[in-house]
């Protein structure tokens, strides 16, 4: 069996890497040879043309097997493009889904008699003002930059970036935490994170506003998992056994309780205990006596 050459995911992140350490040097003022930077363009447009050839062999492998045109080209995707790339992709295509959700006021997979738990709350003023910062940086370049080609290209991604930070907050908004009628929960962060547990796997739920450092997903060394907004989270979830989780770009653990944040803390345990201490429904009517 033939061995596909493929370009190392490193090889890639480190050619993109140079191309925005690059842009950020021109920004600065900084002078960059020519040759420097005709290098560099065509290491980019090398390494893309390569890619581009090795989905296109896998492409047709895949029709030779047999495989319709949408399953092959999903097949060569899964190949030669790099799982951690693959999920970021999937997550702007989700934010911008939700941009359109946002902007029809709906929202992403709340079933009727759900508890809906928004958690924008700390993140919002933030939001706005990372939105606000990213159109004057916007403005700016487009009056300041004097090279053609690199305006161009800037301008393209700087509004690239304001849509896409409004989208993140939009995905935020129109995918809530849920608690289902059943007492299953459901934990989202957009279109990043997403953990569906069980009603089942509930042992308890209370709140508690804590302050973790470090990311918006923290595993910890005692099996508990912190899906962090704004430094905070304010609800703690005890399961029965290990629910796995999926964090951002694919990593994988099992989490044995479970602290995220919620605006309204309360409802969230409320729901979550009226579903646990409702009485089941008997499955055959009572006899006679």
């Known amino acids: 069996m033939r061995t596909r050459v493929r370009v190392p995911g490193w090889v890639i992140g480190g050619v993109m890497a140079a191309e925005v350490a690059l842009a950020g040097c021109l920004l600065a003022g900084v002078r960059i040879p020519g040759a420097v930077l005709l290098t560099a363009e065509a290491l980019v447009v090398a390494v893309f043309g390569f890619e581009c050839a090795v989905l296109w062999r896998l492409l047709r492998a895949g029709r030779r097997a047999g495989l319709g045109w949408p399953k092959a080209l999903r097949a060569a ?5 790099p799982a951690p790339v693959r999920r970021l ?8 889904h939700s941009l359109g959700l946002w902007l ?5 997979a709340v079933p009727e008699g759900a508890v809906t738990a928004p958690y924008t709350g700390p993140q919002t003023a933030m939001m706005y003002g990372l939105l606000f910062v990213s159109v004057v940086e916007t403005v700016m370049l487009a009056l300041l930059v004097p090279w053609p080609l690199v305006h161009g290209v800037l301008l393209v991604v700087d509004v690239y970036g304001v849509v896409f930070v409004l989208a993140l907050h939009a995905s935020c908004v129109t995918r809530p935490h849920v608690v289902g009628a059943d007492g299953a929960l459901r934990i989202r962060y957009g ?5 569906r547990v069980p009603a089942g796997a509930v042992a308890g739920a209370r709140v508690e506003r804590r302050f973790p450092e470090g990311g ?3 595993p910890g060394p005692d099996g508990s998992l912190d899906l962090v907004v704004g430094g905070q989270t304010t609800v703690s979830v005890e399961l029965t056994a290990p629910v796995e989780y999926v964090r951002p770009l694919g990593g994988r653990g099992l989490a044995r309780t479970v602290r995220f944040h919620a605006d309204d803390p309360g409802a969230v345990v409320a729901a979550l205990t009226r579903a646990r201490t409702a009485p089941s429904p008997s499955q055959d009517p009572p006899g006679p006596a």
């Open 191 to 195: 279109g990043l994170f997403d953990l």
């Open 89 to 96: 992709v999937g997550h702007e295509a989700r934010a911008l």
């Open 216 to 218: 918006l997903v923290r």
């Open 104 to 108: 029809l006021r709906r929202r992403h």
């Open 77 to 81: 995707l899964r190949d030669a493009v």
